[in-house]
């Protein structure tokens, strides 16, 4: 019997699109299952009554829920696959630890840049090029995070690849110059073509579309 695969997603979450990316390198067929977070389904909420949010992975009936938490499950399940962690525990831990730095970190010195006035801007654009210069080191002599193949850390920190030039455009505020992260800047062009990661992506122009009108809005309610 084929496992029965779903992922509960929107089409804009860079949370959602690391399980996209994940089941895809491993070669995981699933359905994809749209929800508009305005109007949360039933299934969501039945699936994830904790935080009632994506994404969701229901493999066989049962359900799994956050996406870190997720790319574990799935490398754990189809181990016959592309792995995503190394076998080394070391590298492994050190992986986690990093991608839990890119959300927490990272992702809300970007926030900050996103939906701050002038002066909060600078101050999160400095906590942000203070960030990424410790990725920036974690590439030194790699192709990729995960070395010559994409793994974990990659999926983890891959919004960067496209969400920072969809900011860049709306702030003004550009993090990534190929002379100050020369690293970081050929690793988003390499991730970005990669085929899996490639025919993946949102539309640009939607999700340009879409942080403005966040940014306008939040800013509206702040004045």
């Known amino acids: ?11 804009s979450s860079p949370f959602a699109l690391r399980i996209v990316w994940a089941l895809k390198l491993k070669g995981v ?16 909420i039945e699936n994830n009554p904790v935080h009632k949010k994506v994404p969701v992975l229901l493999h066989n009936g049962r359900s799994v829920c956050e996406s870190f938490v997720i790319l574990e499950y799935i490398d754990e399940t189809w181990t016959n696959g592309h792995p995503l962690f190394s076998k080394d525990p070391y590298e492994k ?8 730095f890119g959300d927490d970190k990272l992702w809300l010195s970007v926030r900050g840049i996103l939906f701050g006035n002038e002066a909060e801007q600078e101050d999160a654009k400095a906590q942000a090029r203070e960030h990424l210069k410790y990725l920036e080191e974690q590439l030194e002599g790699k192709k990729y995070f995960g070395g010559e193949a ?6 983890a920190v891959g919004w960067m690849a496209n969400l920072l030039s969809v900011l860049d455009e709306i702030t003004g505020h ?4 190929e002379l100050k992260f020369p690293l970081l800047w050929k690793w988003m ?3 970005s073509d990669a085929p899996v990661i490639k025919e993946s992506w949102p539309s640009r122009d939607k999700l340009v579309v879409k942080f403005r009108a966040m940014r306008d809005l939040y800013l509206a309610g702040k004045n």
């Not at 019997?1 to 089409?11: N, P, Q």
């Not at 831990?93 to 839990?100: D, G, L, T, V």
């Not at 994409?150 to 999926?155: E, P």
């Open 174 to 177: 550009v993090l990534i110059e």
């Open 29 to 44: 067929e699933f359905e994809t299952i749209f929800e508009d977070l305005a109007k949360k389904s039933s299934l969501l």
């Open 189 to 191: 062009q390499v991730f």
């Open 150 to 155: 994409i793994g974990y850390l990659d999926l």
């Open 93 to 100: 831990a050190e992986a986690r630890f990093w991608a839990k």
């Open 1 to 11: 019997m084929a496992d029965e695969v779903k992922l509960l997603r929107t089409w």
